[in-house]
């Protein structure tokens, strides 16, 4: 049974960095696509950034390009988001997500893939709480 399992949330200052990670255990194939997404309260998910392990692309909203930044743990089956520069309207609940493929081409090349993105992933964590105050 796949398990995914996110840390690092908490409170910061609008301006200030946090960095989050999600460790999966028990995902047997060779390949993942693993993302971040958040929801706010009274919004829908969306993606936030995704990766494909091994050295594969990334893909990044438009509201955090050039703030934050996806990375896998080279180590152990994981995901980390490095997120700078925060704004009050980063606060949400941030969760991972794991699938085999992940978005196809023909998603990501659309406008606003990031709305569209979860419905790519088969496996999701609990999610941790982010907030950032002004």
């Known amino acids: 049974q796949v398990h995914l399992v996110e840390s690092g949330g908490g409170s910061v200052q609008a301006g200030g960095s946090l960095r989050i990670s999600c460790q999966v255990s028990g995902y047997t194939h060779e390949h993942a696509c693993l993302g971040w997404f958040r929801q706010a309260p009274g919004k829908e998910r969306e993606a936030v950034a995704i990766?494909?392990?091994?050295?594969?692309?990334?893909h990044y909203a438009d509201s955090v390009k050039g703030r934050f930044t996806i990375s896998e743990d080279n180590g152990e089956r994981g995901v980390y988001l490095q997120m700078n520069s925060l704004k009050p309207e980063d606060t949400a609940m941030y969760f991972c997500a794991a699938d085999s493929e992940g978005p196809g081409p023909a998603m990501l090349m659309g406008d606003s893939w990031w709305t569209q993105a979860q419905k790519s992933f088969s496996y999701w964590g609990q999610g941790t709480q982010v907030t950032v105050f002004s």
């Open positions: 990766i494909h392990t091994g050295g594969g692309s990334s």
